[in-house]
């Protein structure tokens, strides 16, 4: 595995793909891999890019990829698509809209399925990032899952959050709603060439004047944020106005107004020390679901399974209350460390 | 909490724009609990083996309907050897005529499946060759 872990840091493509596949497949894997190539993590942009189903994200993530190409970064894409609640199957169908990436050495994408998550990536998605990290590429494009309202995983995976919306979203009471659309440091209005894109537009732009009483080019003219608004909207980065920019992915109109502006979401976030604060908050969401996971693990492992199940029949039976019983575990595992 | 999904990549290589093949058989596959990287129309044999190579895929089912099975196919088998790939079985289906399928396994096909195959048949048989292929 070391040979693997060294080639994938030189670069070597099938090494990438074969630690990837690894990661994915066992969590015990994962740890080994990650604790020996931590430490060349923390170079690339980390761009996530989300929005429901069909509103152009692949597409969008194709012209992204050719645009910062052109300014000779090199780039990773992890693309995520559901996996079947009933079988476990999944069709992943990204690279349809990608085949423009084929054959350039500076690319290398990576389709991932969601295997039972819920929050719009996979278990897995950090951890592959972190190999691509690790591997050399300067900027790494996730693509969540379509995404509704409440998969919102993706504002701590990443360093810059775009949510895509196409025309038609709804109306202005789905732009107040909490959830996806708090979570964008930039918005993307895509096929903006449809009817309604002007209404999508004027609705999002509405709901950031509600939110954080700044938006870049309101109709209203650019309004100056207040230490009242910058209360309200509950972000640390109230100095970063988020924007809504139009794209039309398929003829890569607005694309490099976007790339623009995620780099400039980068020089803020790196200006402002917003950087080490989000790398902060994921550092901690990582080390908790860790912990988590680790520690459930060496729990059922101390405890012997007739305890376990002796104690889950007395809560079945009333005999005791399920709170109860976790402090009797809780005492029981302590007494056996 | 090991999980090693059957990862199987679907393309069709060469011009022709028939694809609901291609489809029914990632749909039969994705609904036999594999994933199913589907590249979709017109790939050339570059793209098919880059794909594969960086999703890591367990087998490469091909899709020709076209005629140009012969010729494409061993480019693509070509250049799977030039990328240390030969343990990756590569699957081709279409209207192949009976006497291409011993020519094609010749090269090093490991499946061919021709019109009327049932997909539990493509499901068993991709089943049976990359699970022998993980014991090897």
């Keep these: 595995m070391n040979e693997l872990i060294e080639q994938a840091l030189n670069g070597r493509r099938r090494a990438i793909a074969r630690l990837i596949t690894q990661v994915e497949n066992d969590p015990a894997t994962a740890k080994q891999t990650i604790m020996k190539l931590f430490r060349n993590t923390g170079q690339a942009h980390i761009v996530g890019i989300t929005g429901p189903p069909g509103s152009g994200k692949s597409t969008l993530v194709n012209e992204l990829a050719k645009e910062l190409r052109r300014r000779t970064r090199t780039v990773g894409i992890v693309a995520i698509d559901p996996s079947s609640p009933f079988t476990g199957g999944a069709l992943l169908g990204d ?243 | 909490m090991q999980e090693s999904k059957i990862r199987v990549l679907i393309a069709k290589p060469g011009l022709d724009g028939h694809d609901r093949g291609a489809k029914v058989v990632a749909r039969a596959l994705r609904d036999a609990g594999m994933e199913v990287i589907y590249t979709g129309l017109r790939q050339t044999p570059e793209m098919i083996v880059e794909a594969a190579l960086q999703e890591d895929v367990d087998i490469i089912g091909i899709s020709i309907l076209s005629g140009a099975h012969m010729a494409l196919t061993p480019r693509i088998l070509a250049l799977m050897a030039e990328n240390d790939m030969e343990d990756v079985p590569l699957l081709v289906g279409g209207i192949i005529p009976d006497e291409d399928i011993s020519r094609l396994k010749e090269m090093g096909v490991a499946i061919v499946f021709g019109p009327g195959t049932s997909t539990q048949e493509i499901i068993a048989s991709i089943q049976e060759t990359v699970l022998g292929e993980r014991a090897n």
Excluded: C
């Excluded at chain 1, 449809?194 to 209404?199: A, D, K, L, M």
């Excluded at chain 1, 640390?236 to 039309?248: A, G, H, K, M, R």
């Excluded at chain 1, 980068?266 to 604060?277: A, D, V």
């Design chain 1, 95 to 337: 690279r349809v809209r990608m085949r423009d990436l084929a054959g350039d050495s500076g690319i290398f994408i990576r389709s991932m399925a969601s295997r039972g998550s819920l929050g719009g990536l996979a278990r897995a998605t950090g951890d592959v990032v972190k190999i691509l990290d690790a591997s050399g590429f300067d900027v790494i494009l996730i693509e969540t899952v379509g995404a509704g309202q409440a998969e919102v995983d993706i504002a701590r995976a990443g360093h810059s959050t775009l949510v895509i919306e196409a025309p038609g979203m709804g109306d202005e009471i789905q732009t107040i709603k909490a959830g996806i659309l708090e979570i964008a440091d930039i918005l993307v209005v895509n096929k903006a060439d449809r009817p309604g894109s002007n209404r999508t537009v004027k609705a999002l732009k509405a709901m950031l004047m509600l939110g954080s009483g700044t938006v870049n080019q309101g109709h209203h003219g650019p309004k100056p944020v207040t230490d009242e608004s910058a209360h309200n909207s509950g972000k640390l980065d109230d100095s970063w106005p988020v924007q809504v920019l139009e794209t039309i992915a398929t003829d890569g109109d607005g694309v490099k107004n976007l790339v623009d502006v995620i780099i400039a979401h980068k020089t803020y976030l790196q200006s402002s020390g917003e950087w080490k604060n989000r790398e902060f908050a994921r550092s901690k969401q990582e080390i908790g679901q860790i912990l988590q996971t680790e520690f459930l693990d060496r729990l059922y492992d101390s405890v012997p399974l007739k305890e376990w199940e002796g104690l889950i029949a007395s809560v079945a039976k009333r005999e005791i209350d399920p709170y109860s019983a976790v402090d009797k575990l809780f005492a029981r595992s302590v007494q056996n460390e």
